[in-house]
């Protein structure tokens, strides 16, 4: 049934050469999800998130210093080793340093014809952030014309935020049923499916969520639900990680990831100049912690999910040297286990030690079956 | 050939740079007692701004009070562990890590209990400023916190929406200081503190522009102790007058050839911060005739440069020496947001090539034989793109060395190590 989230996630490379082929279109290469693809799917481009491979690699030591995140590193890897050759183009929405610097290292190092640093801005609670965020929008959609030689309408936006709209919609309803007892679909398939969402076609996507809702309240997995897991903290779309927690007697219901939730969970509300209208979906998601200043707005979305999806136990997980989630993550989970919910927590690389984790998380589950006078 | 000895002199002005730091962190703490008022932030914060409360407002910038402590170092241990066991990364920021031991163990550096601020006022200029002061503030018991963003962009694409969005802030920003502390705000107070911090960051790039001679007036372990000024007062009166006096004695000193060092025969630059428990190496550099004139560090984070009418770098000429009479606040506001993001130590944030760049220039023009890049763990926003600064110096061919270690946590510097890898490259360039 995610067969083919998992096969489009898996052979992105493939998919995007394809889509080009069939198209004619251009592929342009994001580095952060505050990247307001909706404009790039205006003119006709394909947005694919830039993603690592879990590989060990030594190519990126000559360019980024090695206390920057493995992530960052993993992905310029990607494009100094030519797997993302096909791309016409590479954008980064002003996100944390790290991925910053991998897009500028691509930059200079891997010949590609357009590239747009997007100066989204971090201050995102303040109401300034949003006129100002509309002239961004603005600058980008005439430099996205200029280089696709075509006329972005106010109709071509208006359709792409609802093929938009509609992909975040469903793949919310999905999300909806992991609240259930027995939920109809794993961590695993639901990261498969949010990653898929960020290298397919949208409206080919949205196809497949369709379908996929048509079965899905009625599917029955052949698993105990086990303990039932949240995750949280820096980029994740290590599958190999999720499939090994969920073999150990647990189900990851719920995550606040931008692999998972907070790419998709709210919609451009409609306004009268669309732009304005984006520019107001990017600066109220769910925030990433390097953007929740002052006010701490993380605490309780992450709170309400994790009560919302009845969440007994949750992952905090980084990657290396990621600042933004390390200022985050000792207040996250004090909140988190000061409200019931008890909490591990998990350094992540290029690759993982699954054996070492393993073990770990194993003795985390063991906690929830242990008369609860100990702790 | 014989060797050429310049003559030597101490600094007039060292006393006098010792005293106004001095009575800033004393100050600082006193203020309570004239019922004045404290504020803590960032070196970057636009300290001009909360001048307009009153001449009895003092600050305590958080990156020279983390640099501070890590000069004690018995003392930034106990900061680290205190920060650690709270589940901290040391990782982190480093002068964070020590900022925060202090209010964890409430302790202030130079004795006493920790000085809790009445209200923070920052910018966010890298992934921890906004968050380092956050957490600041709920460590405190909750201090009113303030935060500009100034995320926009390099100067070269500096446009009036995003200077706008820069002011704006800045204006809602007024609001709030009125809010926080009660008190009615002087639009004369803040143009008079925008006319200073012009004129201080201007004489300092006037100071950094004199070190083009040769000997070299002044060195890079000199400069610590004079840059410094800027980021705890740069919008004071006395930090004016201080430079002042300080221009015109390195104006003598270049004069009268006189040296920083004696022995002068080769010059390098720096880059970041340097391991500041550590600045012995500045002067094992000297044992070999090796001057370290500065960087872009120690010449651009407070010093506002310009390109003047020959090509070459100097200071930019402030409102004042263009004729600009500030009259308003939102004038006053504009002028000071778009002098700040002049900063060249703000552009790499944006592209390692503008700061290559600018490091091609200093080479150039101050006539620097090789580069020694600090690849600092303390910082990661200053160490953003330092990679890329390594290869694109290669390329032009200018003699490179880079040499791992942390600002401010002398658990991750090796100076054994790091006099060996110096050594090397010092037998690269002739000079050992």
Redesign the interface.
């Known amino acids: 049934m995610f067969e083919k989230f998992e096969e489009w996630h898996r052979n992105r490379h493939e998919y995007a050469r394809k889509w080009k082929a069939e198209t004619g279109g251009k592929v342009l290469g994001y580095f952060c999800t505050y990247v307001p693809e909706e404009i790039i799917y205006a003119a006709g481009a394909l947005p694919v998130r830039i993603f690592g491979s879990h590989e060990v690699q030594s190519t990126t030591?000559?360019?980024?210093?090695s206390?920057?995140c493995p992530f960052c590193r993993d992905c310029l890897a990607q494009g100094l080793l030519g797997k993302y050759d096909y791309l016409d183009g590479i954008v980064v929405a002003?996100c944390?340093?790290?991925m910053?610097?991998a897009f500028?290292?691509w930059r200079?190092h891997i010949p590609i014809e357009y590239s747009y640093?997007l100066?989204?801005?971090?201050?995102i609670q303040?109401p300034?952030?949003y006129p100002?965020l509309r002239?961004?929008l603005e600058d980008f959609k005439k430099s996205l014309e200029k280089w696709t030689e075509r006329n972005i309408t106010d109709d071509d936006l208006d359709k792409a935020v609802e093929v938009y709209n509609t992909n975040r919609r469903l793949m919310k309803q999905i999300y909806e049923l992991r609240k259930r007892n027995d939920p109809p679909l794993t961590g695993l398939e639901a990261m498969e499916m949010v990653t898929s969402s960020q290298v397919a076609d949208k409206k080919e996507h949205n196809h497949a969520l369709k379908e996929l809702l048509e079965e899905l309240p009625e599917r029955k997995v052949n698993r105990d639900t086990g303990i039932r897991l949240m995750i949280l903290g820096s980029e994740n779309d290590d599958t190999e990680f999720m499939s090994m927690v969920e073999s150990l007697g647990a189900t990851i219901v719920i995550d606040d990831h931008c692999t998972g939730s907070r790419y998709f969970w709210n919609e451009v509300t409609p306004r009268p100049d669309t732009l304005s209208a984006i520019s107001a979906r990017y600066i109220e998601r769910p925030a990433c912690?390097?953007k929740d200043?002052?006010e701490?707005t993380r605490l309780p979305h992450i709170l309400k999910l994790a009560q919302d999806y009845d969440v007994q136990g949750a992952l905090l997980i980084q990657q290396k040297?990621c600042?933004?989630h390390?200022?985050?993550?000792?207040?996250l989970?004090l909140h988190l286990e000061k409200n019931g919910i008890r909490t591990y927590f998990l350094e992540f690389d290029v690759t993982v030690p699954a054996g070492q984790f393993k073990t770990r998380v194993e003795a985390f589950l063991e906690t929830f079956q242990l008369p609860t006078d100990l702790f | 050939m014989p060797k050429k000895v310049y003559k030597t002199k101490l600094l007039d002005q060292w006393n006098e740079a010792k005293e106004l730091r001095s009575n800033y962190y004393r100050n600082y703490v006193k203020a309570h007692e004239i019922g004045g008022i404290r504020w803590a932030g960032g070196a970057w914060s636009f300290s001009a701004i909360p001048s307009g409360l009153g001449d009895d407002v003092y600050s305590l910038t958080g990156e020279p009070y983390g640099a501070t402590v890590t000069y004690n170092k018995d003392f930034a241990a106990k900061c680290h562990e205190a920060i650690e066991a709270k589940g901290y990364a040391r990782d982190l920021c480093a002068y964070m890590r020590n900022y925060w031991g202090s209010i964890i163990l409430d302790k202030y550096v130079l004795g006493g209990e920790w000085p809790k601020p009445d209200f923070i006022w920052t910018t966010h200029i890298c992934c921890s400023h906004a968050k380092w002061y956050q957490i600041a503030s709920e460590l405190e018991g909750g201090v009113p916190f303030f935060c500009i963003d100034v995320s926009v962009g390099p100067y070269h694409e500096l446009n009036e929406r995003r200077l706008n969005y820069v002011v704006s802030q800045m204006m809602d920003g007024i609001e709030w200081l009125e809010k926080v502390t009660g008190r009615k705000y002087d639009d004369e107070k803040l143009i008079q503190a925008v006319y200073n911090e012009c004129r201080a960051t201007s004489l300092w790039a006037e100071i950094c522009t004199l070190n083009k001679a040769v000997p070299a007036p002044l060195d890079e372990k000199t400069m610590y102790s004079l840059y410094v000024i800027n980021t705890l007062m740069k919008h004071r009166k006395e930090c004016v007058d201080f430079y002042k006096k300080l221009r015109d004695e390195v104006e003598d000193r270049v004069a009268s050839q006189i040296g920083a060092i004696g022995n002068e025969k080769f010059r390098v630059m720096t880059d970041t911060q340097p391991p500041w428990a550590f600045l012995e190496l500045w002067r094992y550099l000297e044992k070999y005739g090796v001057v370290s004139i500065g960087s872009l560090y120690t010449f651009g984070l407070m010093g506002i440069f310009e390109v003047k009418e020959d090509g070459t770098w100097g200071p930019r000429a402030t409102p004042q020496e263009s004729g600009v009479e500030i009259e308003t606040r939102e004038q006053a506001l504009r002028i000071l947001a778009e002098w700040t993001l002049s900063r060249p130590e703000w552009q790499h944030f944006y592209s390692p090539e503008l700061k290559s760049d600018m490091m091609m220039r200093i080479v150039k023009e101050w006539k620097v034989d090789g580069v020694m890049l600090h690849f600092n763990r303390g910082c990661e926003g200053l160490t953003m793109g330092i990679a890329e600064n390594k290869l694109a110096l290669k390329k032009a061919g200018i003699p490179v060395m880079h040499f791992e270690g942390n600002m401010g946590d002398e658990r991750e510097f090796d100076l054994e190590r790091t006099k060996a890898e110096i050594e090397a490259f010092l037998e690269i360039l002739g000079a050992k």
Do not use: V
């Open positions: 030591e000559p360019h980024i210093f206390m920057f002003q944390c340093l790290h910053r610097q500028t290292s200079i640093y100066y989204m801005p971090h201050g303040n300034r952030a100002y002239g961004e912690p390097s200043w002052p701490r040297f600042d933004p390390e200022l985050d993550i000792p207040t989970k």
